[in-house]
């Protein structure tokens, strides 16, 4: 896991902010593919192939193993823009050791250090009342580096909507469409903000990701996760907002086509 995380970022940061040429010796093709850009095959001290390095597809950069040095170089894989993260507010530590805290897990027990490392993890923070009790960084990660955040934007976003309801600016019983009422012909029509908040809107959203055409694909396409391959999709998250039905409207459309297709004769046809 150094191999994969540290030593490769070094050697990016390096050759990007020096303007090097480097020569890696590595095994292990998945590293050779996220930042090399030539590749000599070697056998017996003989040059028995070479060319230009496999290069990491946009469809399979989040899987691994690419995934643990990716998702501490996302600017390396897709676009992005910087945000500045604002006055950090510093919080108290009460540590404790909790390395000989163990647990059951799928592969059976395992401590907490056992099962950081099996998962490769890049960092673990244990929060309590608002003191950090254990904090620690892995494989290259270091706690002024950026790393893809996934789904904690959503505890982010849930937090910052916390403070704007205690201020008065947001009505958490309020429809959503009293604020954007372009959302009024999508699957959020008739669902309050607490509902959103909740992930109880009843809106349709197929996240299956092999299934083509699914929603987690075309939002893949439209947030630049992947590159645009289908120019009927969304190209933009909102477009795609703009295009998710209710669970309601879905169920409704699939009652009517059963009831139609009950009362068919076989002498007649129905679409």
Same mark, same amino acid.
């Given at each position: $896991?150094?191999?994969? *995380? %540290? @030593?490769?970022?070094?050697?990016?940061?390096?050759?990007? #902010? !020096? /303007?090097?040429?480097?020569?890696?010796?590595?095994?292990?093709?998945?590293?050779?593919?996220?930042?090399?850009?030539?590749?000599?095959?070697?056998?017996?001290?003989?040059?028995?192939?070479?060319?230009?390095?496999?290069?990491?597809?946009?469809?399979?950069?989040?899987?691994?193993?690419?995934?643990?040095?990716?998702?501490?170089?996302?600017?390396? $894989?897709?676009?992005? *823009? %910087? @945000?500045?993260?604002?006055?950090?507010?510093?919080?108290? #530590? !009460? /540590?404790?050791?909790?390395?000989?805290?163990?647990?059951?897990?799928?592969?059976?027990?395992?401590?907490?250090?056992?099962?950081?490392?099996?998962?490769?993890?890049?960092?673990?923070?244990?929060?309590?009342?608002?003191?950090?009790?254990?904090?620690?960084?892995?494989?290259?990660?270091?706690?002024?580096?950026?790393?893809?955040?996934?789904?904690?934007?959503?505890?982010?976003?849930?937090?910052?909507?916390?403070?704007?309801?205690?201020?008065?600016?947001?009505?958490?019983?309020?429809?959503?469409?009293?604020?954007?009422?372009?959302?009024?012909?999508?699957?959020?029509?008739?669902?309050?903000?607490?509902?959103?908040?909740?992930?109880?809107?009843?809106?349709?959203?197929?996240?299956?990701?092999?299934?083509?055409?699914?929603?987690?694909?075309?939002?893949?396409?439209?947030?630049?996760?992947?590159?645009?391959?289908?120019?009927?999709?969304?190209?933009?998250?909102?477009?795609?907002?703009?295009?998710?039905?209710?669970?309601?409207?879905?169920?409704?459309?699939?009652?009517?086509?059963?009831?139609?297709?009950?009362?068919?004769?076989?002498?007649?046809?129905?679409?």
């Amino acid at each position: $896991m150094t191999t994969q *995380a %540290q @030593i490769p970022d070094l050697l990016a940061r390096l050759r990007r #902010e !020096r /303007k090097l040429t480097l020569l890696y010796i590595s095994h292990d093709l998945s590293v050779v593919s996220a930042f090399c850009q030539r590749v000599y095959v070697f056998r017996s001290g003989k040059i028995v192939e070479h060319g230009p390095a496999p290069r990491l597809s946009r469809g399979e950069w989040d899987f691994p193993p690419y995934h643990r040095w990716t998702f501490q170089n996302v600017r390396e $894989m897709v676009p992005t *823009a %910087q @945000i500045w993260r604002g006055p950090v507010l510093p919080l108290p #530590e !009460r /540590k404790r050791d909790i390395d000989g805290v163990s647990f059951e897990a799928r592969a059976g027990r395992r401590t907490i250090p056992q099962w950081l490392e099996e998962c490769a993890t890049h960092g673990f923070l244990v929060l309590s009342r608002g003191a950090v009790f254990d904090e620690r960084y892995m494989n290259g990660l270091k706690p002024y580096r950026q790393h893809l955040a996934m789904s904690v934007s959503k505890s982010v976003t849930s937090a910052v909507f916390g403070i704007l309801v205690e201020r008065g600016l947001i009505d958490p019983e309020a429809l959503v469409t009293h604020y954007l009422s372009e959302l009024e012909a999508t699957g959020y029509r008739g669902a309050k903000v607490q509902h959103v908040l909740d992930m109880t809107s009843g809106l349709l959203f197929d996240e299956s990701y092999t299934t083509p055409g699914s929603h987690v694909q075309k939002l893949g396409q439209a947030c630049g996760w992947f590159e645009a391959i289908e120019p009927t999709w969304p190209m933009t998250v909102w477009q795609l907002i703009l295009q998710l039905p209710s669970r309601n409207s879905r169920m409704a459309s699939c009652s009517s086509i059963a009831l139609s297709r009950r009362m068919c004769s076989p002498s007649s046809c129905c679409a």
